[in-house]
């Protein structure tokens, strides 16, 4: 079981050993470059956020299918759904064939029985869709032990590493283990469905899209491999995202060099320590002692500044009528070129940047207030034609916003790129508009547009940093 899983993550660069604080950890045994695939593997499940399933606590009997069942997009009105089980819904016909080649003819007839049970309306519609992933991981777990059944080795590895993770049985919460409970009497026949729910309940991903710039939540993934492999840490070097290919890939958010584990982010980075800290060990079971929140780093020190209570007062310059020109601080203007000229490491030169500014300019209730201001003014100019003198501050906000990001996020961070592709946008309006004094000029602009091209990974969202290139070189 070890030298196949050993085998199979040789061949992409890793090693998994042996740790005495950690049990165990992967580290890389070739150099990854910022932005470069470290791992892409199918799930060995997966189900998309559906309307009516959102909610752990939902009560809502009706459950809509509103997301392909292979890669989570929205579905059209007019949509293909498997003609067996009649559960799992697809965006195309393409998306059919591929789920089904990939793992539904495993689970297919099984989902559709666990569906049809005359206890299913037991299971709250927030527990539906994890019903559905005890079933499919238990036939694809199924389908690799038969030795006749051919499968590919992805999958085989997959099995092989839901095998060896834990689950943390003992220590989910009475309520959770109830709904598993009431799970398992549906699933009649199905053995270890409890701690099955409870193994994929602390090590599951929620699946986002790379070009959804909002990085929602669309579905969930049960993606064991990559669960044995990465541990976390709040300032991780790698990260994943979802691919409209139904894969998990795992890309380098900064250069990596043989011998450095390799880590991800199981909570979000922009929250405060505490929460952090407390979500990983009600979900994960396990106290975080990285760099971010233990110790003496720089890390750990931006930690403490964004933690400060900034209790009521506003950030400086920020008035909530818009009255005063548009401005964007020093530290956040230093911090963005820092990022923009390829550092956007937590250095010497960032460190003195914020840590003389006050609770109100640097903290966690300052980001909430400048993001607030960047969506206020977004939706405002959206809605009246006359508010086009808002794109200024819609630009300061932005790039405040953006300072923020590089402060928590490592380089080459998905939403580092996300937001570098929104200043950009909201930067050349403000250009373009009627108000002669900005924050803003072309040769930011241009930076923040090559730096989103060079982060992000979707085709659309690299044709619209390419749009606002070819716009400021015409101009």
């Known amino acids: ?72 997009s929205v579905l059209p009105l007019r949509h293909p759904r498997c003609s067996q089980c009649g559960v799992s819904q697809y965006c195309s016909s393409e998306c059919l064939s591929a789920h089904w080649a990939q793992r539904h003819h495993f689970e297919c007839l099984r989902l559709k029985a666990a569906t049809e049970s005359a206890d299913f309306g037991r299971v709250k519609p927030g527990f539906r869709p994890w019903m559905r992933m005890v079933v499919g991981v238990n036939c694809a777990v199924d389908a690799c032990a038969e030795p006749d059944t051919r499968v590919p080795r992805w999958l085989r590895v997959q099995a092989l590493a839901w095998a060896r993770l834990v689950s943390h049985r003992d220590r989910h919460p009475r309520h959770v283990l109830r709904q598993y409970e009431e799970i398992s009497k549906v699933l009649g026949s199905l053995t270890g469905a409890v701690d099955a729910l409870c193994q994929f309940g602390c090590n599951n991903f929620v699946a986002t899209a790379e070009d959804d710039p909002s990085c929602a939540a669309i579905g969930h993934l049960c993606c064991p491999l990559v669960s044995l492999l990465l541990n976390h840490s709040c300032w991780p070097n790698a990260a994943y995202s979802f691919t409209r290919g139904g894969e998990l890939v795992v890309r380098a958010l900064d250069d990596i060099s043989p011998g450095d584990e390799i880590s991800l982010a199981y909570t979000d980075a922009l929250q405060p320590r505490g929460r952090r800290r407390k979500e990983l060990a009600a979900v994960y079971f396990f106290d975080c002692e990285c760099t971010r929140c233990s110790g003496s780093t720089p890390h750990a020190r931006v930690d403490e500044l964004m933690d400060r209570d900034a209790g009521e007062l506003l950030p400086r310059g920020l008035p909530t009528d818009f009255a005063m020109p548009a401005a964007a601080d020093a530290w956040a203007l230093t911090v963005v070129k820092e990022l923009l000229a390829g550092g956007a490491k937590v250095d010497v030169l960032v460190l003195e940047a914020v840590e003389g500014q006050l609770a109100r300019d640097v903290s966690f209730a300052a980001y909430s207030h400048w993001r607030e201001c960047q969506d206020e003014c977004i939706d405002r100019v959206g809605a009246d034609e006359s508010a086009q003198w808002l794109w200024p501050w819609a630009a300061a906000a932005a790039l405040h916003v953006l300072a923020f990001y590089a402060l928590v996020y490592p380089p080459a961070h998905p939403l580092i790129g996300h937001q570098c592709l929104k200043t950009a946008q909201l930067a050349w309006n403000a250009l373009q508009s009627d108000v002669k004094k900005g924050v803003v000029d072309r040769a930011l602009v241009k930076a923040l547009a090559t730096s989103a091209l060079s982060t992000l990974q979707a085709p659309s969202l690299k044709r619209q940093a390419s749009t606002i290139l070819g716009l400021v070189d015409e101009d």
Request: one cysteine or more.
């Open 1 to 72: 079981m070890k030298d196949e899983i050993d085998a199979f993550i040789a061949k992409r660069g890793l090693r998994l050993e042996t740790d005495a604080t950690k049990g165990q950890r992967t580290v890389a045994q070739r150099e990854f470059r910022r932005g470069e695939l470290i791992l892409s593997i199918p799930p060995l499940f997966g189900f998309p956020i559906q309307r009516g399933e959102e909610e752990e606590g939902s009560t809502n009997t009706e459950s809509t299918g509103d997301r392909c069942s292979m890669c989570f």
